[in-house]
Structures are given as C-alpha cells and as structure tokens.
C-alpha cells in the first residue's frame, strides 16, 4: 500500500516540474510514447477498489505489465493517485499529465484511459 503526505507530493511535483524545465518545452519523456502505445493497443486500465481501515485501495485487474496498486482517503484523493501511478508505471513525470490527458472513464471511474 502506497501512502503520500503532502509533503512528499510536494516534493515529487517541485522535482517534476524542475526535470521538464531542464528538458525544455520541446521535449518529452520516452515514457509518453509507451503510454500512448499502450493505451492504443490496450485501451484503458481498470482498476477494483477495496475499502479498508478508512482507507480506499485500487488495484489494476488488466494491466498486463503487471499491477498498479494506490490507495486514497477519498474518492477524489485517490482519483489524482491511480492517475499518478500509471503515470509513474511509464516513467512520465507527473508534471507531463496535461500533455497525456489521462482521465477516467464511465461513471464509476474505475476505468482511466488517455485522450
């Protein structure tokens, strides 16, 4: 079970948004090609999700790269987790999610998929 404080993720998105400024606007991560790829061939990633202890945990039951597995107080909280997560499964940096444009799909989001 993966659990960030805000601290952490303050940290992770400072060091992010550092390496894309280093990189320059012009370029992007090998990852956000693999992740176009998979999505393509694939489509999106499903996820079930198991209350536990006040805590909701998702985990990945068709990515076929093995399991992606994140946790979150809320719905919302753990929403912005899976996204990290996947993204963090293909080496993107967290502050390339607009350029992926990873969202859930359906109602129930238990589904997320690239635009």
Request: charged letters at 25%; glycine letters at 8%.
């Amino acid at each position: 079970m993966v659990y960030i404080d805000s601290s952490m993720s303050v940290i992770k998105t400072t060091k992010d948004r550092i390496i894309k400024a280093f990189y320059g606007q012009d370029s992007v991560p090998r990852g956000l090609f693999e992740l176009d790829k998979y999505f393509r061939i694939y489509g999106g990633i499903e996820f079930d999700h198991i209350k536990e202890d006040g805590v909701i945990v998702a985990k990945s039951n068709n990515f076929n790269q093995g399991s992606i597995i994140t946790s979150g107080r809320s719905l919302e909280e753990l929403d912005d987790n899976i996204e990290d997560a996947i993204l963090t499964a293909f080496d993107v940096p967290s502050s390339y999610a607009k350029e992926v444009g990873l969202h859930p799909v359906g109602k129930t989001q238990k589904k997320y998929a690239i635009a």
